[in-house]
């Protein structure tokens, strides 16, 4: 069978494994099918699929070593020996879940650069670990009965179901079908396996408190990196950084990751949750000091490197969660009153700002040519409407529409938007299945942030603001749905939604900790 073929068919296998897992029960309780069944026949479904995609991008001299006798057996008890410590880990960890999401908070950041089909790449290989880790510890949960034996229906199960299961299907039709298998095996499928386990895990490991306390903790050396960079005049990985900074008036950091545009989305996420634990824990001098320290330190970060889409970011979670800490009259006046002032002072005081906005060729040169990637994108959308040119295709099917010598001096060819990407490769269908999905997330986010109590609200809104932002980032960025933290703020809000879950801050002496419900009554959905 060829590589086309097997690709298609994991595709496809993929696609009715997460349908198995996430239609809703009316489809299958007319055939007598338990929930619980379905779902976890589908979840060993879209790890065949996941299996099939990913050996396709095995390289060829792996695959030739794998082929000999030799070869195949040391695989083969390879993989032995990894389920039996994978299952021995699960075992270990099922017995105290917040381990795995400490885990998560540590892996969620790093990425490792490797070479995959002749391309170098990084990615979030420790985090892989951890999902499958994941779906151990969830196996031995359900075998030791300590949570109920089915994954709770919640109100973005269709809509996911639908716009992962449409975009994993589009792969049949899509003009560069490796690249489509790329972000199939590394980003769509584990990352929806990622929002399913910390749907699952979320009420049995005290999961917000363990990913803040994590996250906040590995932003200072990641920063701190950064500075180190920006004193040095030195970065990691990036070569094409380092040219670009030799010519550039700004020397930019990326610190771990690739690219400084990620480090600054890191950071300010960082932030966001600072500032919730801030103002639960205002009532004590020492957390805000330590809240005070790592917020100036990831700040300081933040500014030198020199990302537009992260103030942005930043800008809009902090509106968001003002709304909720300060009602939304305070919030929006004070919005507005900066942006006048602010931008008042800025084109006052440049001329670069007023050339920028009065010149399109200006606004063009310094979006680095995003204008010209969001007009082919359309372009793109007008050849293939209904369906779009299927998942990986935007830079092939963008490469196709220039000339000869605009390629050549075209260095980017992703459309750095992430609404324009899904329009081209998924067409209207797919357009309006996210659109769907960003509703339903919205509502939930919403509702969450809107909680009465403070233990409850604040993290909710601090959630959605982070979630928001990542939204606004991936308008100027792209990168939505290959970022793991859009998936697991999604599956932390849906969590905050399920009975039975407890308050965030419940039994933490912040502001509002140690309230009773005959205090402050919550409704019985509340928050993790």
Same mark, same amino acid.
């Given at each position: ?32 099918? +338990? ?154 499928? /584990? ?22 306390? #994590? ?44 690219? /400084? ?23 004590? #001098? ?8 790592? *917020? ?122 992430? =609404? ?75 969590? *905050?939604?399920? +009975? ?8 933490? +002496? ?12 919550? =409704?019985?959905?509340? /928050?993790?």
């Amino acid at each position: 069978m060829s590589t086309e073929a097997v690709r298609v068919a994991a595709a496809i296998v993929a696609m009715v494994g997460l349908v198995l897992m996430l239609s809703p029960s009316v489809l299958t309780d007319r055939v007598g099918l +338990p929930d619980w069944g379905r779902r976890l026949g589908g979840l060993a479904v879209l790890l065949i699929g996941w299996v099939l995609m990913a050996g396709t991008l095995v390289p060829q001299g792996l695959a030739d070593r794998l082929s000999t006798p030799a070869g195949l057996g040391a695989g083969v008890v390879g993989v032995v020996v990894g389920l039996a410590v994978l299952v021995g880990l699960g075992w270990l960890v099922a017995k105290r879940p917040w381990v795995w999401f400490v885990l998560l908070g540590l892996a969620l950041p790093v990425r490792i650069p490797i070479s995959v089909g002749g391309e170098d790449a990084n990615l979030l290989l420790p985090l892989y670990g951890v999902i499958v880790l994941g779906l151990a510890v969830l196996w031995w949960m359900e075998r030791a009965g300590t949570r109920p034996r089915i994954w709770p229906a919640t109100p973005l199960d269709l809509p996911l179901m639908l716009f992962v299961g449409f975009t994993l299907v589009s792969l049949l039709w899509s003009s560069d079908m490796p690249e489509g298998a790329v972000k199939a095996t590394f980003f769509w499928i /584990p990352f929806v396996l990622l929002y399913l386990a910390v749907v699952a895990i979320w009420r049995e490991g005290r999961a917000l408190r363990t990913l803040a306390i #994590t996250t906040m903790a590995m932003s200072v050396p990641v920063a701190l990196l950064a500075l180190g960079e920006f004193a040095a005049h030195g970065v990691l990985w990036n070569h094409r950084l380092m040219q670009a900074n030799v010519y550039s008036r700004f020397f930019r950091v990326n610190s771990i990751f690739y690219d /400084p545009n990620i480090l600054g989305r890191y950071l300010v996420i960082a932030l966001l949750i600072t500032v919730a634990v801030a103002w639960l824990w205002r009532a004590r #001098t020492r957390v805000l000091a330590i809240c005070g320290l790592v *917020a100036a330190i990831d700040a300081a970060a933040l500014v030198v490197t020199f990302s537009r889409s992260s103030a942005l970011m930043l800008m809009a979670g902090l509106v968001v969660m003002a709304l909720r800490m300060f009602g939304w009259r305070r919030a929006i006046l004070t919005a507005i009153i900066m942006a006048v002032l602010g931008g008042g002072v800025a084109i006052a005081s440049s001329g670069q700002v007023r050339s920028a906005l009065t010149s399109t060729e200006r606004l063009e040169k310094i979006s680095e040519g995003r204008f010209d990637l969001v007009g082919g994108g359309v372009d793109i959308f007008q050849q293939h409407p209904v369906a779009g040119g299927g998942l990986g295709s935007f830079a092939t099917d963008y490469s196709r529409l220039l000339s000869e010598k605009e390629r050549t001096r075209t260095r980017v060819v992703i459309s750095h938007n992430a =609404p324009v990407t899904i329009l081209s490769e998924g067409g209207l269908i797919g357009l309006a299945l996210f659109a769907w999905l960003c509703v339903i997330a919205a509502i939930v986010g919403i509702r969450v942030a809107r909680e009465g109590d403070d233990d409850v609200g604040v993290p909710g809104a601090a959630m959605l603001g982070a979630l928001v932002g990542i939204f606004i980032h991936a308008l100027l960025y792209a990168a939505l749905f290959e970022d793991p933290y859009t998936w697991v703020l999604a599956a932390a809000l849906i969590a *905050a939604t399920l +009975p039975g879950t407890p308050a965030p801050g419940a039994g933490t +002496p912040g502001t509002g900790a140690g309230r009773r419900d005959s205090d402050h009554p919550r =409704p019985e959905a509340g /928050p993790a």
